[in-house]
């Protein structure tokens, strides 16, 4: 964090940097109460935070599940809920959710990850119906495999890589979809360098033949192949 703050301050910006574990409750509101005494006001939220445990499912301690639930979509959940307030107040704010494809395919080993990023894509759409008009918003940002974070430390342990046929982003599209989110107040951007548009509405509408179709994209063979290389290291 202190790295990424001395790349930002000589651009212009005024940074803090300070590290939490959002698993704690306490922690959540000093996150809130550092930057409001820090900067009077908050803008913009990104809950960006995540945890992730590849694992079949009954291999899952109860402890694995809770703290992907804790970090994942409770913390983004109370930590929206504690900026809201102000954000009415000054009738300006918005809060950006980063989602992943996996909250909208489900693969396989992937059970809490999953289920925590699909939720926080419809506690997304929950918020922007009931802020509406407000000149408050939320966005949520929907990524494949990113090459830094969950995706890298995960290829840098394995060295599994993401199917061909998904590839991978890099960081800066991220970014830049966040941006993208706030300027155009835009419900939802999906990341990936293939189009995956079509797949996920085929999720939708003939499930049976998406669950086909991410099969052979080899998907669930990764998460597989991960597994394998974590009980053999």
């Known amino acids: 964090l202190e790295d990424l703050r001395k790349q930002i301050a000589p651009k212009g910006g005024r940074v803090i940097a300070f590290p939490a574990d959002l698993r704690i409750h306490s922690q959540r509101h ?6 409001i005494a820090e900067f009077g006001r908050i803008d913009v939220l990104v809950n960006n ?3 992730e445990f590849t694992s079949t499912y009954h291999d ?12 994942n979509l409770e913390a983004p959940m109370i930590l929206s809920r504690l900026v809201l307030p102000a954000m009415l107040e000054q009738k300006r704010g918005h809060i950006v959710n980063i989602s992943s494809l996996a909250g909208r395919s489900g693969p396989a080993y992937q059970e809490p990850y999953a289920a925590t990023k699909a939720g926080l894509i419809a506690f997304t759409c929950s918020l922007r119906a009931t802020y509406r008009g407000t000149g408050v918003s939320a966005s949520v940002v929907t990524p494949g495999f990113v090459e830094a974070g969950i995706y890298a430390n995960l ?8 199917p061909a046929l998904l590839g991978t982003s890099p960081p800066q599209a991220v970014a830049r979809a966040v941006v993208r ?3 155009r107040d835009i419900p939802e951007i999906i990341i990936n360098r293939w ?3 079509p797949l996920l509405a085929l999720c939708v509408v003939w499930p049976a033949a998406a669950a086909w179709i991410i099969e052979k994209i080899g998907t669930n063979k990764f998460f597989k192949r991960v597994v394998e290389a974590q009980k053999n290291s």
Request: one cysteine or more.
């Open 30 to 35: 000093l996150v809130i109460e550092k930057v």
């Open 49 to 51: 935070a995540g945890v």
């Open 60 to 71: 899952l301690s109860e402890q694995n599940i809770q703290e992907t639930i804790a970090v």
């Open 155 to 162: 290829k840098e342990r394995t060295h599994c890589a993401a």
């Open 181 to 183: 989110c706030l300027e």
């Open 195 to 197: 189009p995956v548009k």
